[in-house]
């Protein structure tokens, strides 16, 4: 059964701290995306990759957040340094136009 | 930005009732689908209709969709507790992204 698997599931962690999300996508997709869901937002696009290049950061915070993918079955996302307005749930997910499949995600909170 | 704003934003039914979500979007799509997520959880996809189709069904699940009111809607049928979710829609404009809603909460009470 193919999923997609992110960690750590939660994270804490102090204002300027750095954090490092991972995500493994589906074997064999290779179209890869960064979300970040928040009550008052919803889930936004951070960011999306298709055979490991970048296509599309613009809803990224470019000063603090990085998105790469290293080899095609991982993928990071970082923070540096987190701030408290940074606290969300963040999805990966992989697939296509037609339907992607998310990840469990990260509950971040920073203090 | 959002594209899709779903309604109502929270629906609380019994189970066996029929749940009905709307949609409304702003641009032209290819596509439009619906997800749902469990407390806790990544997003599931439940269905795709095309822009060039009207509706669509999948077991207890049915879409509609009207472009020229730039609006999509998902029943549930038979409602059960396990349906109990959020619900989002999200459109695909011709690229691999997806702009999603800000979701339907539905609680459905035994």
């Known amino acids: 059964d193919a999923r997609v698997t992110q960690t750590p599931r939660h994270k804490v962690t102090e204002m300027g701290q750095e954090v490092t999300m991972r995500c493994q996508p589906i074997l064999g997709h290779n179209t890869v995306f960064w979300y970040r869901q928040t009550m008052m937002q919803g889930l936004e696009l951070l960011a999306y990759f298709r055979n490991r290049a970048p296509l599309d950061d613009s809803g990224m915070p470019k000063d603090r957040f990085s998105a790469e993918m290293p080899d095609a079955t991982l993928a990071t996302l970082k923070i540096q340094p987190s701030e408290p307005r940074d606290s969300a749930v963040y999805f990966c997910a992989s697939g296509f136009a037609t339907e992607q499949f998310f990840g469990p995600g990260t509950r971040l909170t920073v203090l | 930005s959002q594209q899709g704003e779903e309604d109502p934003q929270a629906l609380s039914i019994q189970e066996g009732e029929n749940a009905t979500m709307n949609c409304s979007y702003k641009t032209s799509i290819n596509n439009l689908q619906w997800y749902r997520q469990n407390s806790g959880r990544g997003l599931v996809h439940l269905i795709l209709?095309?822009?060039?189709?009207r509706e669509k069904h999948s077991g207890r699940l049915r879409v509609t969709l009207d472009t020229s009111k730039k609006s999509s809607s998902l029943l549930i049928t038979a409602s059960r507790a396990a349906d109990t979710a959020s619900y989002f829609c999200a459109t695909n404009s011709g690229y691999s992204t997806l702009t999603f809603g800000k979701g339907t909460m539905l609680l459905v009470s035994p």
């Open positions: 209709i095309r822009s060039n189709e």
